[in-house]
C-alpha cells in the first residue's frame, strides 16, 4: 500500500539552484526515509529522519519533518547535473516494511 | 566491495513460461525484499524474508513465488499466471534492528519484457 505521496510529480531547474520537494502521509511513523534512482538503476538510500526530528543535514541535502502535518520537504542546494533522478520519500509500515510514494523527477538544466 | 546483485539485467518471457530473477547480497542483511516498479510509479512490495526458510507475501504476490534457502540468497519466480509481468523488478535488503525501519539497500534491478 502506498502512504507517501511526493509533489510536484515532476520539477526542471538551471544548475546552480535549489530543488524542493515534498511528501506526505497518512499515518503516525517511526522514521522516514529518502531515497534517490538514476535512470535504469536501483535506488539509493540518501537520509533518514526519525519521528522525534525536525530536521536533518547531509551534505548539500536538507530534511525537514513536521509529523504534526504528516508531511516532509527534500531541499536539494546549489544543484548539479548529477542531481537528475527520481527522488522517493518512504515511510515505515509493520513489520520491517517500507512504502514508497511515487516519486519526484528532477532534471537538472545546465 | 558489499553489495546487492541481481541477474540478469535483462530477461524476456514467452507466454507460459516461468522465468527466475536471482538476486544474492553480501551485506549479511537478515531482511530481504522484492519490488515491483511500473513506469513513473512508485514501488510496490511482492515479497520479503526475515529470516532464511521463512518469507511473507507482500501487497502483489500474486503470480509469484519466492524461497530463503540461504541468508544471501532470495530468488524470485515469476509465473505463467502472472498476466501482466513486463516491469522492472528490484531486489533490496536491510538490517532488522531497533524501532522503525532501517535503510534498505537496492540492486540495479532487471527489467522484464514479454516476447
Known amino acids: 500500500s502506498q502512504q507517501g505521496e511526493e509533489d510536484p510529480q515532476a520539477l526542471s531547474i538551471q544548475e546552480g539552484e535549489n530543488a524542493t520537494m515534498n511528501c506526505s502521509y497518512k499515518t503516525s511513523i517511526n522514521n522516514l526515509q529518502w531515497y534517490r534512482q538514476n535512470s535504469g538503476r536501483g535506488l539509493v538510500h540518501l537520509i533518514l529522519?526519525?519521528?522525534?526530528?525536525r530536521e536533518k543535514h547531509s551534505g548539500r541535502l536538507r530534511v525537514t519533518l513536521d509529523t504534526s502535518k504528516k508531511s516532509s520537504s527534500l531541499l536539494i542546494t546549489a544543484s548539479r547535473a548529477a542531481d537528475t533522478a527520481s527522488y522517493f520519500c518512504?515511510?515505515?509500515?509493520?513489520?520491517?516494511?517500507?512504502?514508497f510514494g511515487a516519486g519526484t523527477t528532477v532534471t537538472v538544466r545546465a | 566491495d558489499g553489495g546487492i546483485t541481481q541477474s540478469p539485467k535483462y530477461l524476456f518471457r514467452k507466454e507460459g513460461q516461468n522465468v527466475t530473477l536471482s538476486c544474492e547480497q553480501n551485506?549479511?542483511?537478515?531482511?530481504m525484499y522484492w519490488y515491483r516498479q511500473d513506469p513513473g510509479q512508485g514501488l510496490r512490495l511482492i515479497y520479503y524474508s526475515q529470516i532464511v526458510n521463512d518469507f511473507q507475501k507482500g501487497d502483489i504476490a500474486e503470480g509469484y513465488s519466492v524461497s530463503r534457502e540461504k541468508k544471501e540468497s532470495f530468488p524470485l519466480t515469476v509465473t505463467s499466471a502472472q498476466k501482466n509481468p513486463t516491469a522492472f523488478y528490484l531486489c533490496a535488503s536491510s538490517i532488522l534492528q531497533g524501532m522503525g525501519n532501517q535503510p534498505q539497500h537496492f540492486g540495479d534491478g532487471t527489467r522484464l519484457s514479454i516476447l
Open positions: 518512504a515511510t515505515d509500515r509493520d513489520d520491517y516494511k517500507l512504502s
Open positions: 551485506l549479511n542483511h537478515d531482511a
Open positions: 529522519i526519525r519521528s522525534n526530528e
